[in-house]
């Protein structure tokens, strides 16, 4: 007796492909809904006038528009925090010093002023800002007023990442409706939904780092499938 064409179609193995998938793409759903509510969030708070990056170093990000506190007083990409107000930082690791940081800019409010200690990239400190050298660097501090990112920056850093992100799980979500039954485009709909928190993650790379950990992981696992499609 041949097998029927249901049971060739839906062989446990393309069960178990389905089901992955679809883990994936609804995990994806997720971390999406989690990085709007975190980046929200974190909007609401103080805003020092920098996007630190891992490490908390000033990162290449600038405003769109109008001028950033910490930019403003001289701080540059590469500029590494020590400490904000009373809180040293440089002796915790990378992702205790940027929860640190975070904590600190959500006790405090727009408008308050706020002393900034930071390692200078370049061999000197920035005109205006107090410098001590310390071996063969610079330790130096500057009063900044602190502010709120404005909603254009906002949207201009998250909002138009995140719905790019948004469009590319819409599309992982489309291909897996439409053709569940075929295992390349399976494959491309979890890699097409990978790319969307690889995408809408930036943001959250560059500010509260909660889900980096998720962001560095769809990465890796976006290039192994990508790899896999390469050789299909």
Do not use: K
Not at 24 to 29: F, P, R, T
Not at 35 to 42: F, K, L
Request: with cysteine; hydrophobic share 55%; proline share 6%.
């Amino acid at each position: 007796m041949q097998p029927s064409s249901f049971s060739s179609r839906w062989s446990p193995g393309a069960r178990i492909g389905l089901a992955l998938t679809a883990l994936v793409v609804i995990a994806v759903g997720a971390v999406l809904v989690a990085y709007a509510y975190a980046a929200w969030d974190w909007r609401g708070h103080a805003f020092a006038g920098f996007l630190p990056a891992r490490d908390l170093a000033v990162s290449e990000a600038e405003p769109f528009g109008g001028g950033w506190p910490a930019l403003a007083a001289g701080l540059a990409p590469g500029d590494r925090i020590l400490g904000i107000g009373g809180v040293a930082l440089d002796e915790l690791s990378a992702p205790e010093r940027v929860a640190a940081f975070n904590r600190e800019m959500a006790a405090r409010e727009p408008g308050q002023r706020v002393i900034v200690r930071f390692a200078p990239q370049q061999e000197t400190g920035p005109a205006g800002a107090a410098c001590q050298s310390a071996g063969e660097s610079a330790r130096c501090s500057v009063t900044i007023m602190l502010t709120r990112m404005s909603l254009g920056d906002f949207a201009g850093f998250f909002g138009v990442s995140w719905l790019a992100g948004v469009a590319l799980w819409l599309i992982a979500l489309g291909l897996v409706a439409r053709w569940p039954d075929r295992p390349a485009l399976r494959t491309l709909a979890a890699l097409t939904a990978l790319l969307a928190v690889v995408v809408a993650g930036r943001f959250d790379s560059l500010s509260t780092q909660l889900y980096v950990p998720a962001w560095l992981a769809a990465q890796a696992l976006a290039g192994g499938l990508a790899v896999m499609l390469g050789l299909a």
